[in-house]
């Protein structure tokens, strides 16, 4: 084999290894970032792979069952007639609306002590944003800022 030939087979070979452990990084990198969304249902209903992936979990935080202890916080998720325990230890301190009756989504693992354990933690209030029963409207529909001021202001100065 000539002296460049050989330089030329090192630098393929240097090349095909970089390429095979970025493609191997990229892959695992991806395997431990992705979370499987399920329902309570369908976790219990999963077995034994339950125990091995990272999932995201949806409910309504049951009202008096959030337990607070330092960091550690315990509450029950409820889906239609199914409850499920969490157990919230993540590095940040849950949204301040996170309360009794709000929706939750908690990304974690399932151990096999029957708790959701959460690493990390959504919640949303879903009534603050909505209508008050009976509640009239702010002001009468069709009308712009503009045509709801006096008739003796133009809105414009001179």
Do not use: W
């Not at 970089?18 to 191997?24: E, H």
């Not at 995201?56 to 337990?67: C, E, F, L």
């Not at 933690?121 to 045509?147: D, V």
């Amino acid at each position: 084999m000539s002296r460049e030939t050989s330089k030329y087979l090192k630098f393929g070979a240097v090349t095909v290894v970089i390429l095979v452990s970025m493609g191997y990084l990229a892959y695992t990198g991806v395997q431990d970032s992705k979370s499987y969304y399920v329902t309570i249902k369908e976790l219990q209903g999963m077995g034994d792979g339950a125990y091995s992936k990272r999932l995201r979990v949806a409910g309504n935080v049951v009202p008096g069952s959030i337990k607070r202890s330092g960091t550690r916080v315990d509450f029950l998720l409820k889906e239609q007639d199914l409850t499920l325990p969490v157990s919230y230890t993540g590095t940040e301190a849950p949204p301040d609306t996170f309360k009794d009756d709000s929706q939750a989504l908690a990304e974690g693992s399932f151990g096999r002590d029957g708790v959701f354990h959460a690493k990390q933690l959504q919640a949303k209030c879903a009534s603050k944003y909505a209508p008050q029963p009976g509640g009239a409207p702010a002001s009468e529909p069709g009308k712009s800022m503009t045509q709801a001021q006096p008739s003796g202001s133009s809105g414009m100065a001179n």
